[in-house]
């Protein structure tokens, strides 16, 4: 069973920036499009970005385009969130997911306990 873990969310002012982790144990990140959600309180789960496994492209939602940088590190098994210029609004529990591929509906495994990103002054 897939089991992700979620790492370096936090509490930063307005403007302020942040790297989320994504890791996986027992599970080769590299061989699958890697995605990453957030849940705001209230609302439902979204996915914000994504990177393919095939070519390493990159999608973002529109409400992060041009402030969230999603990369990999292939040595670490690991994925990561760079998240620039934060506003209020992008406050939420943040999870990352694989899947087949970036326009898939269907994660692989369960969800992880997220990483909380709170923006305030």
């Known amino acids: 069973q897939v089991q992700y873990v979620e790492s370096g969310g936090g509490l930063v002012q307005p403007g302020g920036s942040l790297r989320l982790s994504c890791a996986a144990s027992g599970f080769t990140l590299d061989s699958y499009a890697i995605r990453w959600f957030r849940q705001a309180p209230g609302k439902e789960r979204e996915g914000v970005s994504c990177i393919s496994s095939s070519d390493g492209s990159t999608y973002y939602v529109d409400s992060v385009k041009g402030r969230f940088t999603i990369s990999r590190e292939h040595a670490k098994n690991t994925v990561y969130l760079q998240m620039n210029s934060l506003k209020p609004e992008d406050t939420a529990v943040y999870y990352c997911?694989?899947?087949?591929?970036?326009?898939?509906?269907?994660?692989?495994?369960?969800w992880g306990q997220g990483t909380q990103v709170t923006v305030s002054s």
């Open positions: 997911a694989a899947s087949r591929r970036c326009g898939s509906s269907v994660i692989i495994g369960s």
